[in-house]
């Protein structure tokens, strides 16, 4: 399978961008990518309860979903196009 190019993910709305993302970091693991989207969500207090340190025994990509869901629907106000460069630079590679 092809890596899709920047284009194509740009193309794509923030969400659909999100759900690829997430299913790529579930299928490796990838609690790093997590913490690094909740940290720049807009008041993200939620995302405090998390240990921080992603290579710390933790959160793990299970419990970060789970707190993505909580937030899901929220605005990503001036987060967005931050979150979104962070979505397309992760499927990216």
């Known amino acids: 399978m092809t890596t899709p190019g920047f284009a194509e993910l740009d193309a794509l709305p923030t969400e659909e961008l999100r759900e690829r993302a997430f299913a790529k970091a579930r299928e ?15 008041d993200s207090d939620e995302a405090a309860a998390l240990d921080g340190a992603p290579n710390s025994i ?12 909580e937030l899901e629907g929220r605005d990503l106000g001036e987060q967005e196009p931050l979150l979104r460069a962070a979505f397309i630079d992760y499927l990216s590679r």
Do not use: C, N, Q, Y
């Open 58 to 69: 933790g959160p793990t990509v299970d419990e970060a979903v789970a707190l993505w869901r």
């Open 28 to 42: 490796k693991h990838d609690v790093r990518f997590f913490w690094s989207v909740f940290k720049h969500l807009p």
